[in-house]
């Protein structure tokens, strides 16, 4: 008894989860026209660690749709857990989770961030040599 209430809450708990983001694991990696190998190639990313959100699955499949509404099939070996994020707008990094803090550097819109931790509405991030906090306010790949 209590292992089906254990798997009908975490059915419940997976629809409410909200949007699920993944990153490419691969510096290269194929959007096909459908979910299957025998699709043609619609786009092909050339960006590791790019964040994406997953809109449907089928099988091995996800359907995806990047920030800038690219949308196509995905084989689930060339995704991984979401580690990144792409910033919407200038952000600043600052040294601590404060917008207080001494700020480090200017991020550029569009900017591929990798996320290492986050604390309430900032993030750590890494982002070429910087490292530092930004807040998670116009970002994209983020799942708050």
Request: with cysteine; aromatic share 12%; hydrophobic share 40%.
């Amino acid at each position: 008894m209590l292992k089906i209430f254990l798997i009908l809450l975490s059915l419940i708990s997976s629809s409410f989860a909200g949007e699920i983001y993944f990153a490419l694991k691969k510096n290269k990696v194929n959007v096909r026209t459908g979910p299957s190998f025998d699709a043609s190639i619609k786009f092909i990313y050339k960006k590791k660690d790019y964040p994406i959100r997953q809109i449907d699955k089928k099988e091995n499949f996800r359907r995806i749709i990047d920030f800038k509404n690219n949308s196509g099939w995905i084989h689930v070996s060339q995704l991984k857990k979401n580690n990144s994020l792409i910033t919407l707008d200038e952000k600043i990094l600052f040294t601590k989770p404060s917008k207080f803090s001494t700020p480090l550097a200017k991020i550029k819109k569009g900017r591929v961030l990798l996320v290492k931790k986050c604390h309430k509405k900032w993030c750590k991030i890494n982002s070429g040599t910087y490292n530092g906090w930004i807040k998670t306010d116009n970002v994209w790949g983020f799942a708050n």
